[in-house]
């Protein structure tokens, strides 16, 4: 299974629900808060992952691919897209 990393904040609700999914479905996950030192953070995984715009959390990041937040997170769940990403 690939490594999975999600950059959160501790006060967003997708945050919690893209944490929940990932916990219901079993999926070992590295999760690093970034609240302490939000903006720092914000701008490096926007040159990191060449965001465009203001970087939202959660950030997913699967392998070295960013599947972006919640949403997109999800959406794969429901597709069964994400169980495809994560394998080796």
Known sequence: MKEVVMYSVDYCPY???????????????KKIDITSNEEEYRKKLGKLYDIQGKVTVPQIIIG?????????????????????????
């Not at 990932?22 to 999926?27: V, Y």
């Not at 997109?72 to 994400?82: A, R, Y």
């Open 15 to 29: 945050c919690k629900k893209a944490e929940l999914l990932l916990n219901d479905k079993g999926i070992p996950f």
């Open 64 to 88: 070295n691919k960013r599947i972006g937040g919640y949403d997109v997170l999800n959406k794969l769940n429901t597709s069964g897209e994400l169980d495809e990403l994560l394998e080796d």
